[in-house]
């Protein structure tokens, strides 16, 4: 390491501000969170005064994925080119604007029109403040640092699901009160990127050129190339957030009431624990997996859980709180392990594309998957007159769910063969640092 760079790399892990900057960025995107759920607690809202179908929810949720099909791939350039305290600063304005549009939220297209605008913030935003903090941290503090954001990230949607105990009285005056709500928390992540991109600015250690990268051109003739373990690990992604995100951001809430007898407020607590569980569980799975390794083992295991819980809801009598921890566990510990785990299966020099595409494909999976549940549940009549309706929709989740095992199974076999590529062995510390 030559006498420039191991300055850079001390006075980043000295710079008492890195702390600041990981509390302002985990700020920004748990505001971009909140605002990503905000549909969920008032979708029964949204039935009785607006006479809104299961599909018209669906749309509402799923248009949030489509800007990232066309921008997946354009969002690290813009990093690489203006930097990525900028393109936060500039994604985190547009949120505002999708977020006071949603809010406004009548006629029905304005409210869809928001939605949209809201996901082209929210593409950028996440990966933005991810590549910002790798500025102000050394490799050797980054992983505890994106572990700590990615948990602190959660805390918006807990607060999204408890906000029907805590603003209760919003949620009483209507379906558009909360949505003003989202809107005042999306001011308040534009306030905290605004300040990070002024630290970022005057205050970043290091000469201002250290740190770019050089963003090389997408070699579109080599995207099919790579090996097997990774196209496992990409259905794996998909799968999982195809299942996750439309269940418990956009039908859970709703179907509790309905299937399960749960008030709104029983509801929203019930469904906030998974997200709530994730705040603290998330940085232990990550460090379980650094230190004892099989971590395509671990992807397995927390995957099976899914199916699982779709069972325990659909077939059983079981109390709801074992359904929430089965789930819960699972949304733990897969993305703690899982990106990581595609850093170390992806030759450093693709990885841009290899995340690019996994993005790409893991938004139009999570916008189908809305469209297509909401579609079933239309068709079974599922509402509250009709409990059983909903049978088809956890079904639906329940392949998905299975599908998306079977991606962590053949991952898994491949890495404890021959051509694997070290995830069932733990890495050293000094490969850790390197990577």
């Known amino acids: 390491m ?20 990981l509390l302002l960025a985990a700020v920004a995107v748990s505001s971009s969170y909140y605002e990503d759920d905000v549909i969920g607690p008032i979708a029964d809202l949204l039935h009785q005064q607006r006479g809104f179908t299961q599909s018209q ?27 990525p305290a900028r393109v936060a600063l500039w994604a985190a304005a547009v949120g505002v604007l999708g977020a006071a549009l949603t809010a406004v939220g009548s006629p029905y297209p304005i409210m869809v029109a928001g939605r949209f605008i809201f996901g082209i913030s929210e593409g950028a935003i996440f990966i933005a403040l991810v590549a910002g ?17 990615l948990s602190l990230a959660r805390v918006g949607s807990y607060a999204v699901d ?7 009285p919003l949620y009483e005056r209507g379906w558009q009160p909360p949505l ?29 050129s250290a740190g770019k990268v050089i963003a090389e051109r997408v070699n579109w003739g080599e995207l099919l190339k790579f090996d097997k373990s990774y196209w496992y690990i990409l259905g794996l992604h998909v799968l999982f957030a195809a299942v996750f995100f439309p269940f418990r951001t956009t039908y859970a809430i709703e179907y509790f009431q309905h299937a399960k007898g749960l008030s709104l407020r ?51 009598s079981l109390n709801l709180w074992v359904s929430t921890v089965m789930i819960g566990i699972s949304f733990s510990l897969v993305p703690a392990v899982i990106w990581p785990a595609t850093t170390l ?33 239309d068709k ?10 909903y049978t088809v929709m956890l079904w639906f989740f329940f392949l998905l769910s299975l599908a998306a095992l079977s991606s962590a199974v053949l991952l898994w076999r491949r890495e404890v063969g021959p051509q694997g590529h070290g995830l069932e062995r733990a890495a050293p510390t000094a490969a850790l640092q390197t990577v």
């Not at 990885?351 to 189908?368: F, N, P, R, V």
Request: net charge positive; aromatic share 10%; proline share 5%.
């Open 162 to 168: 408890t906000s029907t105990a805590w603003a209760r």
């Open 380 to 389: 079974a009549g599922a509402g509250a007159q009709n409990p059983a309706g």
């Open 57 to 83: 929810l669906g749309m509402l949720n799923g248009v949030i994925s489509i800007p990232n099909v066309a921008l997946a791939l354009l969002n690290g350039l813009l990093i690489d080119r203006y930097g």
């Open 180 to 208: 003003w709500l989202g809107t005042g928390v999306t001011l308040a992540g534009l306030a905290a990127a605004v300040i990070f991109y002024w630290l970022d600015r005057y205050h970043r250690p290091g000469p201002r």
């Open 266 to 316: 029983e509801a929203g607590v019930a469904n906030s624990w998974v997200f709530f569980a994730a705040i603290f569980a998330t940085p232990i799975f990550g460090l379980i997996a650094d230190r004892f390794g099989h971590r395509a083992l671990m992807l397995t295991l927390g995957t099976l859980l899914l199916p699982l819980t779709f069972v325990v809801l659909g077939l059983t």
């Open 133 to 149: 903090l790798a500025q102000w941290f050394s490799r050797s503090g980054i992983a505890l640092a994106t572990a700590l954001y």
């Open 2 to 21: 030559s006498p420039a760079a191991d300055q850079l790399v001390r006075s980043r892990s000295d710079s008492p501000l890195r702390w600041w900057v």
């Open 345 to 377: 299966i992806v030759n450093p020099r693709r990885l841009g594309t290899a995340l690019g595409l996994i993005t790409l494909i893991q938004a139009l999976g999570m916008s189908a998957s809305n469209l297509a549940a909401g579609w079933l549940a």
